[in-house]
């Protein structure tokens, strides 16, 4: 059965640092691993896909990267700012299904 | 594109009684919806995967008669918690499926989310 892990489950920084958000999953057998923000209260606003195939994608000030391999994927966030305030989730689909699972999320806050 | 809509976006309802959440996908049709649950500070969990004219997929641990699932159009699932309880209280969050554009692969777009609050 497939798990994922996040740490830090919360994680706070002054504005216009970089940082970087952790996910692990136990079966290295995914189909692509997608990075979620979700605002309170909110839905999720897709972030950043990555196929089993890619090794990163980048968007903006965000950069994923997965290494299928051991399992791990990263999230680098450069230059911190206050409106990046969330919670980040990571999710893998397994081969031959579009089921996600989720991590518990990284609770991210950005002080001005 | 690719926005998907849930009425209501809250719903408070008193112990014994029904209520219906609706899943629309405004600018796409999805061949297939998820149906997530989210409890305080937890991950979202899979209940169902719902698929155009046919029945609802659930995982387990889901009561299927207790979470009714009905997509009867490319455009529209629905969710209905029969004989709520306080337990049942939640936010459920809806996704709907479509084909990138590489057409290689899908990907799910999610709902705003609706906040359940059975008393």
């Known amino acids: 059965k497939q798990e994922v892990t996040q740490i830090p489950a919360a994680l706070s920084v002054p504005e216009g640092e970089n940082l970087v958000l952790n996910c692990s999953f136990t079966?290295?057998?995914?189909?692509?691993l997608q990075w979620f923000r979700q605002d309170p209260g909110k839905g999720l606003t897709s972030l950043l896909l990555?196929?089993?195939?890619?090794r990163e994608q980048t968007s903006g000030r965000l950069n994923a990267s997965l290494d299928k391999s051991s399992g791990r994927s990263t999230l680098y966030i450069a230059a911190s700012q206050p409106g990046d305030s969330a919670t980040y989730l990571c999710?893998?689909?397994?081969?031959?299904?579009?089921?996600?699972?989720f991590g518990k999320g990284t609770k991210l806050t950005v002080n001005p | 594109g690719a926005v998907v809509s849930q009425h209501p976006s809250r719903v408070i309802c008193k112990s014994g009684t029904s209520v219906k959440i609706e899943c629309r996908s405004l600018?796409?049709?999805?061949?297939?919806m998820f149906w997530y649950r989210q409890f305080p500070k937890q991950s979202l969990m899979l209940m169902a995967t719902?698929?155009?004219?046919?029945?609802?997929?659930?995982e387990q641990g889901v009561e299927k008669d207790k979470f009714l699932i009905n997509h009867a159009s490319l455009t529209l699932s629905t969710l209905t918690v029969t004989s709520a309880h306080p337990e049942d209280s939640s936010f459920y969050i809806c996704?709907?499926?479509?084909?990138?554009?590489?057409?290689?692969?899908?990907?799910?777009?999610f709902g705003p989310g609706t906040r359940l609050t059975v008393t």
């Open positions: 996704s709907a499926s479509t084909t990138r554009r590489d057409r290689l692969s899908y990907e799910q777009y």
């Open positions: 079966d290295s057998a995914i189909y692509n």
């Open positions: 990555i196929q089993s195939s890619q």
């Open positions: 999710a893998v689909s397994q081969g031959g299904s579009e089921k996600l699972v």
């Open positions: 600018d796409f049709q999805a061949t297939t």
């Open positions: 719902s698929n155009e004219g046919s029945k609802a997929t659930y």
